[in-house]
């Protein structure tokens, strides 16, 4: 099993990046600057490492859990990671060039605005996995221990 430390590692660092790239995105000429590219590209590196990792590592295995409630959380896990994939890979054709590793955006209040609303779905997803996610994993693994 994953070690929880990293996965709180990767949250933090998620969360950090996407404070920092919020702050720099909101002012037009940061758009274009290397620092707000490199951060942008890192971020999105590090969210899907994360939700890989979490799908791979952690749900995967809760899903061939006997109890059906267990089964079930992971189900919505995977449901929403696929869901949160599919719309993060949208925003990211819409508004870079990984190319050219730059930003485009052509209209920037709708980029804000997108950006505001994508990070959020991925704070959103963070904190779910802290509040349900990793406490039901902590539960069963001192249930085992407890059968051993």
Known sequence: MVAFAQLHAQN?????LSNVFLYLVRERPMCDTDVACNVFFDLTHLIREHME???RELCGRLISHPDQL???TADR???GSTEIK??????VKEWCSPQRHALTIGNHDAFVQETEQMFGLVMD??????EHLYPLIRRLE???LQVA
């Not at 599919?86 to 925003?91: H, L, V």
Request: hydrophobic share 40%; proline share 0%; no cysteine.
């Open 86 to 91: 599919r719309i993060f890979a949208a925003y």
């Open 53 to 55: 990792l979490v799908d």
């Open 70 to 72: 267990v089964r079930n």
């Open 12 to 16: 933090h660092k998620i969360t950090e």
């Open 125 to 130: 997803r963070i904190q779910r996995e802290t």
């Open 142 to 144: 001192g249930e085992d």
């Open 77 to 79: 896990f995977l449901s």
